[in-house]
T-cell receptor, first 110, second 112 residues
């Protein structure tokens, strides 16, 4: 049974700081990883995809993947109050199923 | 571009009543389709997924069922709702392979 684990938080960071969100996964053959942002009462929105070891940057977001350690992270630079949301990690698609972590609630304090 | 439609947005149903939630995808062929449920303050629980017409895989035993009558249509049903069926129901689609999934706007179901 594949598992994805995240710290539920809340993670509180001051405005302008770097928020670091982490995720570990159990399936060694996982090929791809995705980060979603979910605002309260809304559906998840894809913000980052990463397929290979190393870093991938997109604007203020950087995803980091370490397949040897089965670890994926999301860094949010210059955090803004509008970044306050729950961030969900998932690996997937290879077996058709997307198993999500419970999500980390991020609070950016103005 | 691809879009996913899910309706209704909110629904209040009495215990014991039937349920039918519909999801359709536009702009792609043969998508993988998913139903998730999210209880208040909790993570996403995969309920059903489908890789083709008429093919349904169930992840969690419950009083819900799913059907895929057409390539881009996915339906979640129940014959008799329970209080525990309350939650936020999300439909999602993906292409084949280890690619990202995209979610509909969700249906907030309250069983009273």
């Amino acid at each position: 049974q594949k598992e994805v684990e995240q710290n539920s938080g809340p993670l509180s960071v001051p405005e302008g700081a770097i928020a670091s969100l982490n995720c570990t996964y159990s399936d060694r053959v996982s090929q791809s990883f995705f980060w979603y942002r979910q605002y309260s009462g809304k559906s998840p929105e894809l913000i980052m995809s990463i397929y290979s070891n190393g870093d991938k940057e997109d604007g203020r977001f950087t995803a980091q993947l370490n397949k040897a350690s089965q670890y994926v992270s999301l860094l949010i630079r210059d955090s803004q109050p509008s970044d306050s949301a729950t961030y969900l990690c998932t690996e997937g698609g290879g077996t058709y199923k997307y198993i999500f972590g419970t999500g980390t609630r991020l609070k950016v304090l103005a | 571009s691809q879009t996913i439609h899910q309706w209704p947005a909110t629904l209040v149903q009495p215990v014991g009543s039937p349920l039918s939630l519909e999801c359709t995808v536009e702009g792609t062929s043969n998508p993988n389709l998913y139903w998730y449920r999210q209880a208040a303050g909790r993570g996403l629980q995969l309920l059903f997924y489908s890789v083709g017409i008429g093919q349904i895989s169930s992840e969690v035993p419950q009083n819900l069922s799913a059907s895929r009558p057409q390539d881009r249509q996915f339906i979640l049903s129940s014959k008799k709702l329970l209080l525990s069926d309350s939650g936020f129901y999300l439909c999602a689609w993906s292409s084949n392979g280890p690619l990202e999934a995209f979610f509909g706007q969700g249906t907030r179901l309250t069983v009273v």
